[in-house]
């Protein structure tokens, strides 16, 4: 449809957002930085290998 408006927000943008929330939820729940990434880096790997 040429009438509706496009969401400047893209799928790519909306996951690294959501992303950030995650790790940020992390840091807040006493994570340390490390933590915190090793546990988003496995949460991403288990979603890709479509073992969740």
């Known amino acids: 449809m ?3 408006p496009q969401d400047p927000i893209t799928a790519l943008a ?3 957002t959501q992303l950030h929330e995650l790790f ?3 840091m807040e729940a006493g994570f340390t930085e490390a933590q ?4 988003i880096i496995a949460i991403i ?3 890709a ?4």
């Open 36 to 39: 915190a990434l090793q546990i």
């Open 49 to 52: 290998r479509g073992n969740g």
């Open 14 to 16: 909306e996951g690294a």
């Open 45 to 47: 790997t288990v979603g």
């Open 2 to 4: 040429a009438d509706t």
């Open 24 to 26: 940020v939820a992390h």
